[in-house]
T-cell receptor, first 113, second 118 residues
Framework: KQEVTQIPAALSVPEGENLVLNCSFTDSAIYNLQWFRQDPGKGLTSLLL?????REQTSGRLNASLDKSSGRSTLYIAASQPGDSATYLC????????????FGRGTSLIVHP | EAGVAQSPRYKIIEKRQSVAFWCNPI?????LYWYQQILGQGPKLLIQ????????DSQLPKDRFSAERLKGVDSTLKIQPAKLEDSAVYLC????????????????FGEGSRLTVL
């Protein structure tokens, strides 16, 4: 059974810092890995999707990497802004027949001015 | 392109009452998921459909929860009778079997339905 862990659980930083959020998964046989952002009281917004054959994806100030062999993905946020404050979740999509996406508990990020 | 639609956004009920949530996925998405998200936790998969067939419902409490996806489009999740521990946000997501630009299997979520059981 796939298990996904996110570290740290919470993070509070001043504006402008570069951040690293970690996601680890127990079963390396994944189809893809997806990073999401969730604002309070809202649904999940997709940030980046990395297919199993890819090593990284970039979108603006966000960069996500994937290392299947070590069961890890990292979300890098450059020059953080107060508007980046949210919970960040990763989901590992199993490559078995049922293709079940399993989520971590998320990292709660606060960027203060 | 319209996103995943869910209703109602909020629902407050007494324990032992029943409630139903509705989801309309993105047009053409064959796979539909219902997740339960308890405050402070990550989403937990309840049931996964592909077209109108169930792919996985191993974590669905079948004594009180039921879900259907008629004609492989809209889906309804029902809870009867509700318990206090069912208070959560119920999230619906959909994905396509074939993605655009290599984005195969990308999940798209609705805004969620927040349930409070008193």
């Amino acid at each position: 059974k796939q298990e996904v862990t996110q570290i740290p659980a919470a993070l509070s930083v001043p504006e402008g810092e570069n951040l690293v959020l970690n996601c680890s998964f127990t079963d390396s046989a994944i189809y893809n890995l997806q990073w999401f952002r969730q604002d309070p009281g809202k649904g999940l917004t997709s940030l980046l999707l990395i297919q199993s054959s890819q090593r990284e994806q970039t979108s603006g100030r966000l960069n996500a990497s994937l290392d299947k062999s070590s069961g890890r993905s990292t979300l890098y946020i450059a020059a953080s802004q107060p508007g980046d404050s949210a919970t960040y979740l990763c989901a590992a999509h199993a490559s078995g027949g049922s293709y079940i996406p399993t989520f971590g508990r998320g990292t709660s990020l606060i960027v203060h001015p | 392109e319209a996103g995943v639609a869910q209703s109602p956004r909020y629902k407050i009920i007494e324990k032992r009452q029943s409630v139903a949530f509705w989801c309309n996925p993105i047009s053409g998405h064959a796979t539909l998921y219902w997740y339960q998200q308890i405050l402070g936790q990550g989403p937990k998969l309840l049931i996964q459909f592909q077209n109108n067939g169930v792919v996985d419902d191993s974590q669905l409490p079948k004594d009180r929860f039921s879900a259907e996806r008629l004609k492989g489009v809209d889906s309804t999740l029902k809870i009867q009778p509700a318990k206090l521990e069912d208070s959560a946000v119920y999230l619906c997501a959909s994905s396509a079997l074939r993605g655009v630009g290599g984005r195969v299997g990308e999940l798209f979520f609705g805004e969620g339905s927040r349930l409070t059981v008193l």
